[in-house]
């Protein structure tokens, strides 16, 4: 079945650097995709969201890039933070459905 | 906005006892989510309502497992009997559309021993 998955399960970086965090979808009807942040103990919140018309759009700190050709997400973090370490989850919708969640990442940030 | 608000946030219980988890979704949000999160199997969504329906419930587990919305600012998820593979956490989730961005609560932590 179709379903979204994550290139890498764990990802160290060193404070102040940049952080990319993947994902693969294989649902090419998907025109809607979002970014979760979860920390420990907590439940997931959202961080940034892209349309399929979209191939980039950036927030504070963030910016999401959408390859519809490859159905790759990813997520970038820049000047990665000590309250960055945390599970982060890419999301999918196509039409009128509800979220496909993926397995998550964990990034951790190394002082 | 306070958010979507659960309760309990923590629930230890014992084999075969019910529980009962509750949720009020974000005023406005049309649609709400219950999730059940584990290390083995992640997030997994359990059932959905649409405008207080249910509209799809393909994802919950058994029958022992229930799911009502009497009306637009109320959901509970109920286990009867509860059993030790139910310890997970289970979030509740509310946006404006089914396909929009899910507001997540806080969880509810439910251990059974």
């Known amino acids: 079945g179709e379903s979204v998955g994550l290139h890498l399960p764990t990802l160290s970086v060193q404070e102040g650097d940049n952080s990319i965090i993947n994902c693969a979808y294989s649902?090419?009807?998907?025109?809607?995709f979002i970014w979760y942040k979860q920390e420990s103990g907590k439940g997931p919140q959202f961080i940034i969201d892209?349309?399929?018309?979209?191939d980039k759009r950036q927030g504070q700190r963030v910016t999401v890039l959408l390859n519809k050709t490859v159905k790759h997400l990813s997520l970038q973090i820049a000047a990665t933070q000590p309250g960055d370490s945390a599970v982060y989850f890419c999301a999918e919708a196509s039409g009128n459905t509800p979220l496909v969640f993926g397995k998550g990442t964990r990034l951790s940030v190394i002082a | 906005d306070a958010g979507v608000i659960q309760s309990p946030r923590h629930e230890v219980t014992e084999m075969g006892q019910e529980v009962t988890l509750r949720c009020k979704p974000i005023s406005g949000h049309n649609s709400l989510f219950w999730y059940r999160q584990t290390m083995m199997r992640g997030l997994e969504l359990l059932i959905y309502f649409n405008n207080n329906v249910p509209i799809d419930d393909s994802g919950m587990p058994e029958d022992r497992f229930s799911a009502k919305m009497p009306n637009a600012s109320f959901s509970t998820l109920k286990i009867q009997p509860s059993e030790p593979r139910d310890s997970a956490v289970y979030f509740c989730a509310s946006s404006p559309t089914p396909d929009s961005g899910d507001i997540f609560g806080e969880g509810s932590w439910l251990t059974v021993v």
């Open positions: 892209i349309r399929s018309n979209m």
């Open positions: 649902n090419s009807a998907s025109d809607y």
